[in-house]
């Protein structure tokens, strides 16, 4: 199923038809005429004034109107179309740079004078000049990360590197802090690895040692430098963005559940295994498939036997999870000791908490 057929009217929950046009797409419902159309569409459609002012104004409100958004489902703020104190009134939702417009408004608002508004958006906006993408070529709706020299190292080695990404809103510090944690604890673990992870390691024959503890502190443990520097790189690379459309309590919820979620599933086809898991990996897949979900259309770059490669999220992720079909069955098959069930696992929980996002 695609991602699009999933979007619900924000006013009368009806299923939004997606269209496209040489313009960007479009949702529709048929049920009760309204539609949701990208800022990046706009432009394009309407007197660039307008949509600066809408997009303006939008960006300064605090306070969330009573619907959510049909992509994200955050609440949407409420903005007038223009100055005009009887302006059509629309849901703008800035996280996904999405217009919500009423039976009529999307026609009422092609027909508006430009306002004497606040300077263009664009005009406002620091110079971008990446490396690989253009601010021309970029996607509107998410922002082009300047791509300096050093951030193309993670992707030659494989590494996914956010090309055009959604625009943060707050800074995710309990990102930072937890990046920290697993650093320093993983970093004073490689002195005594072995005995570190025979006393915190997850053994799946003896699941509840510790009162069950180990389920935890295995997250904070990993085998080497290398696997403890791919799972930092994803966890800031992609939790950022979750945490931002999360908050604090949902995000450790999510990267909790989604460990412990890999770890149990891990258990439950390896019972009686004595050889201890350790790593983030279950909690940071689900940190991947939320943000695959959440964040279909972002780009990521990498370099496939040296080309330079753009992929949209949800693409990227269907490749995560044959790679995770691949591994299990090349370890079906004697391959390496990776406990790939623990990151399916990890994926569920992250698939159920975007489910749960969507309703709230």
């Known amino acids: 199923m ?6 619900q009217c924000p006013q009368c929950q009806a299923r939004l038809t997606h269209s496209r046009s040489e313009n960007g797409d479009l949702w529709a419902c048929t049920a009760c005429g309204g539609r949701a ?6 432009r394009k459609a309407f007197a660039k ?3 600066e002012w809408v997009w303006d104004i939008a960006r300064k ?9 049909p992509i994200c489902a955050q609440r949407m703020v409420v903005v007038p179309a223009s100055s005009d104190a009887e302006s059509v009134r629309l849901d703008v939702c800035t996280l996904c740079h999405i217009v919500w417009f009423d039976h009529k408004e999307f026609e009422q608002v092609g027909a508006l004078v430009p306002p004497p508004g606040p300077p263009s958006l664009r005009a406002a906006r620091p110079a971008v000049v990446p490396a690989v993408v253009s601010a021309d070529q970029a996607t509107p709706e998410y922002e082009a990360a300047q791509l300096t020299w050093w951030r193309y190292i993670p992707a030659i080695i494989g590494m996914p590197v956010e090309v055009e990404s959604p625009p ?3 800074r995710p510090v309990a990102t930072w802090v937890l990046a920290g944690s697993i650093a320093c604890v993983s970093g004073v673990a490689f002195s005594a690895l072995r ?6 390691g997850l053994i799946p024959a003896q699941a509840l040692r510790h009162g069950g503890l180990t389920l935890v502190t295995s997250f904070f443990l990993h085998g080497g430098l290398l696997h403890l520097f791919g799972n930092l790189y994803f966890l800031l690379v992609f939790g950022d963005n979750v945490e931002d459309v999360l908050g604090l309590r949902r995000y450790l919820l999510l990267l909790v559940g989604a460990t ?3 770890d149990l599933l891990h258990i439950l086809f390896s019972p009686g295994s004595s050889t201890p898991i350790i790593g983030a990996s279950g909690g940071i897949s689900g940190l991947i498939v939320f943000y695959g979900l959440q964040f279909p259309m972002a780009r990521l770059g990498l370099f496939v036997r040296f080309v330079w490669v753009k992929i949209r999220a949800k693409w990227a992720l269907g490749f995560w999870f044959v790679w995770q079909y691949i591994g299990m069955a090349a370890q079906a098959a004697g391959g390496p000791n990776i ?5 399916i696992g990890g994926a569920v929980v992250g698939f159920t908490f975007w489910l749960a996002s969507r309703k709230d």
């Open 2 to 7: 695609a991602f699009f057929e999933m979007f």
């Open 37 to 42: 159309a990208r800022i990046s569409l706009l």
């Open 49 to 51: 004034s307008v949509v």
């Open 61 to 69: 409100q605090k306070e969330a109107g009573p619907r959510a958004c």
């Open 168 to 170: 943060l809103q707050r």
């Open 195 to 200: 005995p570190a992870v025979g006393v915190f």
């Open 260 to 262: 412990i979620g890999g």
């Open 339 to 343: 406990a790939y069930l623990a990151h």
